[in-house]
């Protein structure tokens, strides 16, 4: 039976926030009586929050403000994403294999794409990406909304794809290629800000994003996207594109609060209990969502 939600911040988002802030302060802060109160003063922020008002990457975002101030750094999740960057391209040439003997490369390329949502340390501790995207590229979409978005496609020129997490953005390129090599035009979206580990412009760079398409900077610092907090560059290309794809749980928590006037295209997968029953889905589903059909689920 599908519930009904909204994309405001609930108490069960609460455990999954101070997972992602007790594994930082188990890394960064060596004493215990430090962490302690650390932790109770983000216990206070949140108490003083009001979570119905703030979509869980917002109240995210305002935790993790707290946390950087005190650690003294402004990418906490820094090695990390070095370290998934570096594995996924070392899988790379294993990627492009299972896109090339794929019946439907542009499933497959949606696929894979989706398949790097994984690559998550803001939400998940230990993954094997091999074993993700051999898994996935085989699953089918719980969500499957492939039949419009091809048409979408087959009718839009410029696309605005809007980024999520680092290590994923290598496995983005082959979806991307298969887009240009369409006749598309593609512009790629990184933060504009460390949060969490998403990707950055010195990520895209290190991967050769850069190398195959336009990479502009969003102007967000959330791990997700608001209109209110992207720059007048993210809105320039945004009124030029004829299709948005969006990567990520965050830009679906976000974005379907906004209204862009085109095509809008959710993929990713789904990590959290509370969306996965309002959709009727299983929790790591693969989703490929049209924001028009957005309210049938919610």
Known sequence: MIQSFSMRSHIECVPCILNSVIRILNEKIEDVETRHEVFRN?????????????SPPVLTAKLHEYLKEFIGSEDLYKDKKVLCNKGALEIYPHVEELYNEAEDKLESAIKIAISGNLIDYGALNNFDINSIVDDYVHRDFAINNYTEFKADLEKATNILYIGDNTGEIVLDRLLIKHLIGMGKKVVFTVKSAPILNDALIEDAIAVGMTEITDVIESGCVLAGTTLAGTN?????KLAEADMVIAKGQGNFETLTEETLGKPLYYLFLCKCDKIATAFGTNKFDLMLLNHGNYKKYF
Not at 42 to 54: C, F, M, Q, R, V
Not at 232 to 236: A, N, V
Request: proline share 0%; hydrophobic share 40%; charged share 30%.
């Open 42 to 54: 983000i216990i206070k922020e949140l108490g003083d929050s009001n979570l119905y008002t703030l």
């Open 232 to 236: 007048e560059l993210f809105h320039k």
